[in-house]
């Protein structure tokens, strides 16, 4: 049984979630999904693939995802390795493609990494925090795609079959 660890970092929950529709689709596909905030991992061992998530905060992924891939780079360079990041407050990553930041563009590079996505994020109308509550007067709301992140998640499942059969 392949065995894939989805770390996250997430500082609203919404990020946190979406790790969780990773793993409940990876585990629809017949693969063991271990979901864990990404502060948390201490070793890879025992894994054969990890997915890492994070959320986009001022152009930049959480700092617990640039941490634990810093952090793991040597194991993760070793195993098949996906990244997302949720972010956008608005329909644009439903509507297309959107690269990487460049930090997680980077980070991408270092490990090797098989596949990013960008996916839409989610900010409640009434965020705490004074930035927070800034962004949310003009762009609140929950932009994430259960399905597109389902879709993202077995496409993972059929490339890790491949590549242990
Ligand atoms: C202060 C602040 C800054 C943000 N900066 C970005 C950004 O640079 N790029 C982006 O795509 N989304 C940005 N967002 C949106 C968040 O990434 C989005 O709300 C995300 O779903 C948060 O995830 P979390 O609930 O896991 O913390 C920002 C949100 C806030 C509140």
Redesign the pocket.
Known sequence: MIRVLVA???????????AEWVGAALRDSGVTADVRPAGEVESLDGYDAVVVG???????W?REARRFVRHHADGLAHRPVWLF?????DRS?QERA?DP?PGVAKLARRVHARGHA?F????APD?R?F??A???RT?SGD??DRDRVGAWAAGIARDLRSVTV
């Open positions: 996250f970092a997430s500082e609203r929950g919404g990020t946190a979630e979406i994070g959320a986009l905060y001022v152009g930049r959480h990041s949720s972010g956008p407050l990553a959107i930041v960008t839409g994020g989610r900010l965020a925090g930035m927070a800034k962004v949310a762009a932009f994430r």
